[in-house]
């Protein structure tokens, strides 16, 4: 019998706290194919934040830490100094990245620090009770904006893609979805890039998904698909931000 899918090597059978429809499973699975298929398991170390992704050293085949809520940047950028021949890579939520994280995730972008973040962008704190994030839409619903995000009062969501490709030490950043099997696929690709653009040692880069969360948004899985094409993906628009590979060819 031929196999024609299968678990990838790069995660454990590891049962995910995950809620249904939630698509941190996805985007787990991608990056664990990458990191299979590259050769890069037995290197790779994982920098997992305060968030839903708390616990995925224990999802990922590979060494891990945890750090400190937003500080998975500043630890990441220790632990490649001190390992510069490893693959570190950290995987973070909006909440930690673009709120309690934002000098961090900026200084390590415009240091052009050696490492990939996988960036998860729901547009609420899912694991704390699905508060305001620096991302949630405007109009869109929160428990610490129960009417919805009003820009006049709580100004508007932050483009995380687009400030740090502003960047000099961003080196690639670009933004996917997992909202369809199309998009899966792209986003595949992208974070296999940004894999690849660190071991060629050509600074930062950034993968940002836009994400799902159907308990906090108050949807149904299929729903929650789609309020992303419809409405995340609109304010959040897919595509390369930023790559210097390309810009060495031209």
């Known amino acids: 019998m031929t196999t024609v899918f299968k678990r990838t090597q790069g995660l454990t059978e590891a049962k ?3 809620c249904p429809g939630c698509t941190h499973g996805i985007v ?14 037995e290197e790779a170390i994982a920098v997992v934040p305060v968030g839903c ?12 830490i945890q750090a400190a809520h937003g500080r998975a940047p500043a630890t990441a950028t220790g632990v490649k100094r001190v390992h510069p021949d490893n693959t ?5 939520g909006d909440g930690d990245l673009a709120s309690i994280g934002t000098a961090e995730i900026i200084h390590a972008a415009a240091r052009g620090e050696k490492i990939t973040t996988i960036f998860i962008n729901n547009g609420i704190y899912g694991m704390t009770g699905g508060q305001m994030a620096p991302t949630t839409l405007p109009g869109m619903k929160a428990t610490t904006c129960q009417s919805g995000r009003d820009p006049k009062i709580d100004g508007n969501p932050i483009r995380v893609s687009e400030m740090l490709s502003t960047l000099e030490g961003a080196a690639y950043i670009q933004r996917v979805a997992v909202n369809s099997p199309f998009n899966v696929m792209k986003a595949r690709k992208a974070i296999q890039k940004a894999f690849e653009v660190q071991k060629k040692g050509l600074g930062f880069s950034l993968i940002e998904v836009v994400s799902s ?20 993906i609109p304010y959040y628009p897919l595509g390369v931000y930023k790559d210097i590979t390309k810009e060495a060819e031209s």
């Open 16 to 18: 995910t706290h995950y």
């Open 28 to 41: 787990h699975r991608l990056v664990g194919e990458v990191l299979e298929e590259m050769g890069l398991l």
């Open 53 to 64: 992704a708390v616990m995925a050293t224990s999802y990922f085949n590979t060494d891990g």
């Open 88 to 92: 570190v890579f950290t995987y973070q």
């Open 213 to 232: 969360c159907p308990t906090n948004w108050g949807l149904t899985p299929v729903k929650a698909m789609q309020f992303i094409e419809k409405e995340m």
